[in-house]
Every structure is written in structure tokens, then in C-alpha cells.
């Protein structure tokens, strides 16, 4: 390990957040803390009509809001700075002037209509696709003229013909080895002067003292390109990690098919930002083969390359909506409080400023929501019937309040607990136990109604509890509502 690790995670902000990306930005960022080393921040936003600065902006939300804070970044800068890439085209330019002292690039006059037709000839001969170093044999001084003379040209890697093949110990996949005959003079600056993908990344990674390229293994065609460019600069190239794909249950690449794969669609779902961290951290790495549950501090102290695999990560949507509700009944009533609080506020249901009022109210809540949910979008409809009247809907009506004994059995709860003193959970659990056998019902078709009457659906938190959170009052007057519906 080189004394200090340095990591970057270099979006192209062209998109949101996605799970693939915020994969690779959980390993890097999990491998800097657990090395102690510095977990780097670059916008890659060379594709200007595809670029934006909202989705920049989207990206340091959803990775703020999954706690992967970097230590540098085009928000927080740093040593090695600028961390856009459209900001660092002075660094490009010098590293083109480094290449051509060390005469390890060329000019090319070839114009694109020219390169495509001699790409049609070599395809049609089933030869080397690439280009064919037309430009690489001009005479020095003829290609200084034809530059004074203000001819377009690109800049063109001068690949060692003589070198051998290209290999490189790939933390993840092993040895890595490339002939170096199946290499083009791939171009390294435009004839606009921008510098392509592969050349700015070789130099960003090597001006910013990268120590370590962790990086999906869609970019493993660009590493022997890369390592070319670091080798032409005289400089060593960093590690490589490359981490395998994302596929959907289906076996094909992860993509809007397979459902939300943007971070913050996620967050918009109701998962929390600690078990979505903990699902990605296990997309192609794991702790013992066995863990699912595994904490932020557990994946810092834990992380390693060794454990990830080599084979493309199934993103399974079921564990991950599982793995959430095990964080969710994990909270304490205070932390879920919390949660919540912002979420009744939003829907409308609680004034602003007036949570710290209902405290004790809303932590005897908490707990009958927190074990019943796995997502946090399923609270405001589990209890929108504690703050608001709700309709009775339709599928409980007939199949609960239709039913034969629905009359009696809200009257008889009626009259029951009108009588009942405390309003606690114990006292109307006690009055309403004694009416199935009163009544010749079965408990679940007299508590049924109960519910269905009091909170407008089949499915709510514990009915005797609900009802003391609901409050006497209005328990009794929802009862006398719904006998207007109820079957004799
Ligand atoms: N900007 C590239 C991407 O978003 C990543 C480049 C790299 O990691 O080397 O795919």
C-alpha cells in the first residue's frame, strides 16, 4: 500500500446518481476511509451538450445524503484542484507540450472524411481497424509547415510498436494483458484543442496523485490506452481495481427496465440512506460471504479488494427493500420520530412546529409504524387515519362492513367502549375481547369491523392501540359514522 491512498470517483454528470455509479463511488470512498487516505471528488463534464450543472448538483446531494463525504471536490477544493474537467484544460495543454518534447505524439492532417474511408478499406480487408499512421511517417519539418500554415490536425500517441504487450495486475480480475498490436495512435487532443476521454482521464488521475483507479469494468478497454499515456509521460501508472457489472434479475445490465435506479429514486421511495448504503457495499463485495446486516463502521474497518468479485452483482430490489426494514425497525422511537416527523409535515398532516407538542403522542406511535413498514413512504397512508377523517375504501366496505353481524358488532364496540375508562390500549383491548362471544362472532369479525370503521382499511397498526392514539372521542363518533354503511 503507497503511504497515502488516493481514490477519486469521476462522474460524468450527464444523468443522476445511479446505482452503478453510487457502487463505485461506496467502494472507493469505503477503501479510502479504511486506509486512512483521501476519497476525491472530479466532474467529468467534458460532453458539453450533455453535461449540466444540476445533474453536478444531483450527484453531491445523493452522495451527501449516502454519507460518502470526500475529502476533495470541485464544492470543497483541495490541493490538486480544479475538480472539473472543463476547468482543467490548462493541465492538458501542458501535458500535450510534455508529450510532444518527449516525442511521444504527431500531428494528423487526416481529415474525418479520409479516416472513415480508410476505416471502410481496412474492415473490408479484415485487417487492424485502427488508423493506419499515415501522419506518424510525415517529415518533421512538413508537418511543422503544414501547423504553421493553419492546417487542422489532431494529436496523436505515438504507441511503442516495439513494446510488447500491455499488462497490468488488475486488483480485482488478476493479470490483465493486451497485445499492444491491437492498440490505435489513439488521439489525445481534438483538432478544437479539447483533449479526448482517455487523455484527460490519464492526466487528471496522474496530476491529482491517484493512487488507486477503482472503476466499473466498462473502462477496462480504456486502461491499456491509459497506462500508454501515463508510460508517454513518464510517469507510473496507479493500481486498477474494476469492478464487475450490475445485472437485473434477468441477467442482463442493470437499466430503467429493471425499475428506479437512480440514488435519489430511492430516496424518494422511503429507503433510508444507511441501508442503502449497506445494499450497494454488498453488490459485489462481502464481509464473510455471509452477513447481509453490516454497518457503516463495519464496512470502513472491513473493506477490501480481496472480497470483491469478479462476477457481475445481481441487483436484487426484494433483499434491498428487505434489508430496509430490518434498518427501520432498527431505529429507536426517537430516531424514527425523527424520520417521520418531516414526512406528516410534508403530506400536510401536522403544522410545522407542532411535533414537539405531540412528543410523547408521536413516540408511542412510532413503535406500532416502525415494525409494520419496510419503506418509509408506507407511513403517511398507515396513519393518515390518526390525523385526519378518512374515507372508508371500497374493498374494506364490501368485504368487511357488508358482511352479515357488521351492525351489531360496531354498535356493541360502541356501546362498550363508550364505558371504557381509562382510554388506554389495555382497558379497550379488555372491552372489545368481550364481545365476540356475546355477539356468536368470530373475534376477527368483530375487530375487523372495528378497524375497518375507525381507521378506513383492512390494514392499519394495532387496532387497540390506534385507538387509544386516536382518542376516545373520535373512536366512538367514527363507530356511530360507519353504521350507515354496515350490513344487519
Ligand atoms: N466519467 C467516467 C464515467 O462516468 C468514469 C471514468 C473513470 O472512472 O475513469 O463512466
Known amino acids: 500500500m503507497p503511504e497515502q491512498v488516493r481514490v477519486r470517483f469521476a462522474p460524468s454528470p450527464t ?55 470526500h475529502d476533495e471536490g470541485p464544492d470543497v477544493g483541495g490541493p490538486y484542484g480544479p475538480y472539473r474537467q472543463t476547468q482543467r484544460s490548462h493541465l492538458y495543454a501542458e501535458a500535450l507540450e510534455t508529450l510532444k518534447e518527449r516525442d511521444a505524439v504527431y500531428p494528423c492532417f487526416c481529415t474525418p472524411d479520409e479516416l472513415e474511408r480508410k476505416r471502410e478499406e ?51 480480475r488478476g493479470e490483465m494483458r493486451f497485445p499492444i498490436s491491437a492498440i490505435d495512435d489513439l488521439i489525445v487532443v481534438r483538432s478544437d484543442g479539447t483533449p479526448t476521454y482517455n487523455f484527460a482521464v490519464a492526466v487528471d488521475d496522474a496530476t491529482m496523485r491517484i493512487t488507486h483507479v477503482i472503476r466499473g469494468d466498462d473502462h477496462i478497454s480504456n486502461t491499456p490506452k491509459q497506462i500508454l499515456i501515463y508510460e508517454a509521460l513518464g510517469l507510473e501508472a496507479p493500481a486498477f481495481a474494476h469492478l464487475s457489472m450490475i445485472w437485473g434479475p434477468d441477467g442482463k445490465r442493470l437499466s430503467k427496465r429493471h425499475g428506479a435506479t437512480s440514488v435519489e429514486a430511492y430516496r424518494d421511495m422511503g429507503y433510508l440512506p444507511e441501508a442503502l448504503l449497506n445494499y450497494l457495499a454488498l453488490l459485489g463485495w462481502s464481509l464473510d460471504g455471509e452477513t447481509t446486516v453490516i454497518d457503516k463502521q463495519t464496512l470502513v474497518a472491513n473493506f ?88 372508508i375504501d371500497e374493498p374494506a366496505r364490501s368485504a368487511v362492513l357488508a358482511k352479515p353481524g357488521a351492525s351489531a358488532a360496531l ?29 356468536g362472532m368470530k373475534p376477527k369479525a368483530v375487530f375487523q369491523a372495528v378497524r375497518v370503521a375507525v381507521t378506513g382499511s383492512t390494514v392499519s397498526p394495532p387496532l387497540f392501540e390506534s385507538l387509544e392514539l386516536l382518542g376516545k372521542e373520535r373512536t366512538l363518533a367514527r363507530l356511530q359514522a360507519a353504521l350507515a354503511y354496515a350490513a344487519e
Open 122 to 172: 481496412a474492415r473490408a480487408r479484415g485487417g487492424f481497424a485502427g488508423y493506419d499512421r499515415t501522419c506518424r511517417a510525415l517529415p518533421a519539418d512538413e508537418a511543422a509547415r503544414r501547423i504553421q500554415a493553419g492546417e487542422p490536425h489532431t494529436w496523436r500517441l505515438k504507441v511503442p510498436l516495439d513494446r510488447g504487450d500491455i499488462v497490468f495486475c488488475d486488483l480485482v
Open 304 to 391: 477490501n479488494l480481496e472480497r470483491v468479485s469478479r462476477n457481475p452483482a445481481i441487483f436484487d430490489a426484494e433483499k434491498l427493500e428487505w434489508l430496509n426494514g430490518v434498518y427501520i425497525r432498527q431505529m429507536t422511537p426517537e430516531q424514527f420520530v425523527d424520520r417521520m416527523v418531516p414526512l406528516l409535515e410534508q403530506a400536510g398532516l401536522m403544522a410545522p412546529g407542532d411535533a414537539s407538542a405531540r412528543r410523547e403522542w408521536l413516540l408511542a406511535l412510532a413503535p406500532l409504524v416502525s415494525e409494520r413498514i419496510k419503506r418509509l413512504d408506507e407511513v403517511v397512508p398507515m396513519v393518515r387515519f390518526l390525523f385526519e377523517e378518512v374515507p
Open 15 to 69: 444523468g443522476h446518481l445511479h446505482i452503478g455509479g453510487a457502487r463505485t463511488a461506496v467502494y472507493n470512498w469505503a477503501f479510502a476511509r479504511r486506509h486512512g487516505g483521501s476519497f476525491v471528488l472530479r466532474i467529468e463534464d467534458t460532453d458539453p451538450e450533455r453535461s449540466t450543472e444540476e445533474n453536478t448538483q444531483a450527484i453531491l446531494r445523493a452522495m451527501e445524503w449516502l454519507g460518502l463525504d
Open 411 to 439: 354498535s356493541s364496540a360502541k356501546e362498550a367502549l363508550e364505558a371504557t375508562a381509562p382510554w388506554e390500549a389495555g382497558a379497550i383491548e379488555a372491552a372489545l375481547r368481550a364481545l365476540p362471544e356475546r355477539l
